[in-house]
């Protein structure tokens, strides 16, 4: 990927880019537009078009399967996130599918090649549904 030269403006054939924030980590609206606006500075530095942004809750367990079909839908591959949080702490679950491009810190995660079609069915596995976890049930006092 080639950074654009100072001063070039946005093309249709630059490459794109997908934001990718994960609602919980932000405590105030101030925070999400913030934590865009960075994503999106980030992108115009690495000389990356940004052509969608997704913001998901944690309502929704199938956050990386969903970030994934968005990408292949749009044909792109790489993720702009305002830090590793935002995709589980874990880079792997995103560069088994696409480039990784964090905020802060600044750092790139690179697209894994030659992958086991378990390891991405690893990083597309849903999120464990923490409301309606299994519990084993309490030992009542018996007399």
């Not at 600044?106 to 976890?133: G, I, N, V």
Request: charged residues 30%.
């Amino acid at each position: 990927m080639a950074k654009r030269p100072e001063g070039a403006t946005v093309t249709e054939d630059q490459d794109k880019a997908v934001i990718y924030i994960f609602r919980p980590l932000l405590t105030t609206r101030a925070d999400l537009d913030w934590a865009g606006f960075y994503a999106r500075q980030r992108a115009q530095q690495l000389g990356l078009r940004v052509v969608s942004v997704l913001v998901q809750d944690s309502s929704h367990l199938d956050r990386m399967g969903t970030l994934y079909r968005l990408l292949r839908e749009i044909d792109c591959a790489v993720v702009i996130t305002p830090s590793l949080a935002h995709v589980g702490g874990n880079p792997r679950r995103v560069t088994a599918f696409a480039d990784l491009q964090t905020v802060d810190p600044a750092a790139a995660h690179h697209w894994r090649t030659r992958l086991a079609a378990y390891e991405l069915a690893a990083a597309l596995a849903q999120e464990p549904d923490e409301r309606s976890e299994v519990r084993e049930p309490r030992e009542e006092a018996r007399r």
